[in-house]
């Protein structure tokens, strides 16, 4: 800090010296004129001095303003003394000065050129959604002209009721996934990013190929599911009728087609599993809107539990008299996959609680076991399609592995989510949270008199 003073009030005075040395020198000569000519003659040679220098500073101060006007490098005056100086730093700085921002030109423009070449729409909006830029491939996304509209709000110009709705709702954890109505062939994935005050990034991915192999991945396996229904169906109908024929086949064929019977059994209920999840999938089964008595649905599911537990745990609901608008049966399979996977999973001797209750912002089923637990890995891939934590113990409790794929997408169609908290050991919490305006309140019964 001393030696930046130091430096500082060094450079001042070799920047007032020429002015001193002026003024010293018209003193001397006034000095001189009075010795020989008189007093008067001194003052009036002295005041002129003094007039002249200040006629020179303001002619300088003139120029100083005129190129403040149109600051270049190349129209910098040139003066003398403390003027010579003052003209000589302010070149030195300008130079500086229009070097960095060639620099950064060079830097902007670079960069410019850097996300013009992603494969990804990016597009630079304010507060209000006006654009501020955008690179060619968010031109051809979106169907707009950087040149022609920029300043211009987005939503006025793309004008996809589900875009606007999602630009305009200012929650974008979810990335929206939507046709261009000027290009229904274009699937669109959209997401955005807040990476200041007032400012976000418009993020587009072209994912039409990907939805098309999405698309023909569920219809193969809806296709496949279907065509394999028919011949298990019958496959297991005549395992039944060995089983019960009369007289009783020995012991050694009743095991081995009990068995048969069993994977049967099981492969049909994973074809049953892959349909429905098939179905859940396509954007073409349109969602049932239907008035739900949740109350009614889990007294039913705490029976079902009972008998599959077939008295094994604790087993307790707590309800509260709020009904939903949604779909009945597919709602009945989430919640009731929860409840089957608590049941599958609690040791003998544990306990379970199902309960329905108002939530922050909705509403929420929960399943609370105190089964064997999930590690701490394994719970953001628990939705994945047959992805089991114990495949082994999975396939002993009968498990097809896409119970909890069929939660989300439920979930997901009546705009939920599921929240999973477990620690291994002590049992796990399954909650599936559906939004307050899917609830409908319902008064409680009046009691009869006494």
Known sequence: ????????????????????????????????????????????VALAGVVLMFLVHLVYLAFLGQWLEQPRLATIPHGVGTW??????????????????????????????????????????????????????????????????Q???????????????????ANFEQPLVF???????????????????????????????????????????????????TPLTVVNGFLETLLDARPPLDATRT????????QASRMQRL??????????????????EEQVDVPQLVRALESEARALSQGRHEIAAEIERVHLRGSREELRSAFGNLVSNAVRYTPAGGRIRLRWRVADDGALFEVEDSGIGIEPEHIPRLTERFYRVDKSRSRETGGTG??????????LRHQGRLDVRSRVGQGSVFGAWLPAARLIRVAEPARAAA
Not at 3 to 31: G, Q, S
Not at 90 to 110: M, V
Not at 153 to 169: E, G, H, I, K, Q
Not at 255 to 262: G, S, V
């Open 255 to 262: 095991r081995h087609l009990q068995l048969m019977h069993e």
């Open 402 to 411: 896409l119970g909890l794929a069929i939660v989300k997408h439920v979930l």
């Open 84 to 149: 010579a100086e003052i003209f000589t730093r302010l070149y030195k700085s300008r130079r500086a000065s229009e070097a960095s921002e060639r620099r950064l030109q060079d830097n902007e423009e670079r960069f410019r050129r850097t996300i013009s070449a992603l494969p990804e729409g990016i597009l630079l909006v304010d507060a209000s959604l006006q654009i501020e830029w955008c690179n060619p491939v968010a031109e051809q996304h979106l169907g707009i002209s950087l040149r022609a509209d």
């Open 1 to 44: 800090m001393r030696t930046m003073n130091r430096e500082t009030l060094r450079h001042r005075l070799l920047l007032l010296l020429p002015a001193v040395m002026r003024l010293a020198l018209v003193a001397v000569v006034a000095v001189i004129a009075g010795v020989l000519f008189g007093a008067v003659a001194g003052l009036a």
């Open 271 to 288: 074809v049953e599993d892959l349909l429905l999840l098939s179905r859940l999938e396509s954007a073409e089964t349109p969602l049932a």
């Open 151 to 169: 300043g211009l709000r987005l939503t006025n110009l793309v004008r996809d009721p589900a875009f606007v709705a999602y630009m305009t709702s």
């Open 179 to 229: 046709r261009p109505l000027g290009n229904p062939a274009l699937v669109l994935s959209i997401g955005v990013i807040e990476f200041e005050p007032g400012r976000s990034i418009v993020i587009s991915r072209d994912i039409t190929q990907s939805e098309r192999v999405d698309a023909m991945r569920r219809d193969f396996v809806a296709n496949v599911s279907h065509e394999l229904r």
